[in-house]
T-cell receptor, first 109, second 114 residues
Framework: GQNIDQPTEMTATEGAIVQINCTYQTSGFNGLFWYQQHAGEAPTFLSYNVLDGLEEKGRFSSFLSRSKGYSYLLLKELQMKDSASYLCAVMDSNYQLIWGAGTKLIIKP | TAGITQAPTSQILAAGRSMTLRCTQDMRHNAMYWYRQDLGLGLRLIHY???????GKGEVPDGYSVSRANTDDFPLTLASAVPSQTSVYFC?????????????FGEGSRLTVL
């Protein structure tokens, strides 16, 4: 079966760096997405990786290793507004998105 | 910019009743989707539409139906609601029928079936 694994919850300190991991087993691979979802709100797009390596976008970076079935989202200079759930999703060979359950990130002052 | 509008925002429904969740987008995206989000689970696709006039079943289609009469609207109907359909429902769209593009989500409709 297809599976996306990510930690249920993480805690970090304001101003610090946090890495959220995502591992996947899917039927084929056509890209990996990260979305941010604040409590009670809609998910919003953060990043898309289809090739191995690191994609940097401001304070957020996303890394992909297709051979390892692994990605991480790196958040730097954490702010209180970064408290949210972070969703990892993989597009399989049928171009269907398979979603992880999300990682709830708690930022403490 | 409105993007995607869902209605109602929340609803309490008696089991056995029917309900239609409305979804309208103003981005002229070809593809639209309905997901449900439950605690501890990833988003699960209910139905999708790659273009106006066509629809397809997702991972959890049973008990739900959709229509796509035009580009902008994609309503989701529960013909006879059951308590297991209590969930938060998100409508989304993308500008690629292949789902290779970014998804834009509505604000969600919280449905409680008693």
């Amino acid at each position: 079966g297809q599976n996306i694994d990510q930690p249920t919850e993480m805690t970090a300190t304001e101003g610090a760096i946090v890495q959220i991991n995502c591992t996947y087993q899917t039927s084929g691979f056509n890209g990996l997405f990260w979305y941010q979802q604040h409590a009670g709100e809609a998910p919003t797009f953060l990043s898309y990786n289809v090739l191995d390596g690191l994609e940097e976008k401001g304070r957020f970076s996303s890394f992909l290793s297709r051979s390892k079935g692994y990605s991480y989202l790196l958040l730097k200079e954490l702010q209180m507004k970064d408290s949210a759930s972070y969703l990892c999703a993989v597009m399989d060979s049928n171009y269907q998105l398979i979603w992880g359950a999300g990682t709830k990130l708690i930022i403490k002052p | 910019t409105a993007g995607i509008t869902q209605a109602p925002t929340s609803q309490i429904l008696a089991a056995g009743r029917s309900m239609t969740l409305r979804c309208t987008q103003d981005m002229r995206h070809n593809a639209m989707y309905w997901y449900r989000q439950d605690l501890g689970l990833g988003l699960r696709l209910i139905h999708y539409s790659n273009t106006a006039g066509t629809t397809g079943k997702g991972e959890v289609p049973d008990g739900y139906s959709v229509s796509r009469a035009n580009t902008d609207d994609f309503p989701l109907t529960l013909a006879s609601a059951v308590p297991s359909q209590t969930s938060v429902y998100f409508c989304a769209s993308s500008d690629s029928g292949q789902n290779t593009g970014e998804l834009f989500f509505g604000e969600g409709s919280r449905l409680t079936v008693l």
